[in-house]
Nanobody, 120 residues
Framework: QVQLVESGGGLVQAGGSLRLSCAAS????????MAWFRQAPGKEREFVAR????????YYADSVKGRFTISRDNAKNMVYLQMNNLKPEDTAVYYC?????????????WGQGTQVTVSS
């Protein structure tokens, strides 16, 4: 019902910045929340940031608070993750996710992921 495609990942030195984008298509009108998650090799997937599609309220993991900013453009069906002051521990595959229909912070639709590698 919702398709998500991430882009913007790449290789960056510590202290640098990247801006990830997630394009949503399909039943975008049914989205309640959009979120970014990440998964490093050998580690579990972890929550990064969330945004309310309608109201724009945000929530961040402590590890990225103050460095990352999630935003959305409803007209363009896009969600972004501006990542500043990147650290090597930010290295992971980043996924965007969408919650539709429900409003319980459970995500049913996921993008393919985009690799972010931060070198020291």
């Amino acid at each position: 019902q919702v398709q998500l495609v991430e882009s913007g990942g790449g290789l960056v030195q510590a202290g640098g910045s990247l801006r990830l984008s997630c394009a949503a298509s399909g039943r975008t009108f049914s989205i309640y929340h959009m979120a970014w998650f990440r998964q490093a090799p050998g580690k579990e997937r972890e929550f990064v940031a969330r945004i309310s599609w309608s109201g724009g309220s945000t929530y961040y993991a402590d590890s990225v608070k103050g460095r990352f900013t999630i935003s959305r453009d409803n007209a363009k069906n896009m969600v972004y993750l501006q990542m500043n002051n990147l650290k090597p521990e930010d290295t992971a595959v980043y996924y965007c996710a969408a919650e539709i229909t429900t409003n319980i912070y459970k995500y049913d639709y996921w993008g393919q992921g985009t690799q972010v590698t931060v070198s020291s």
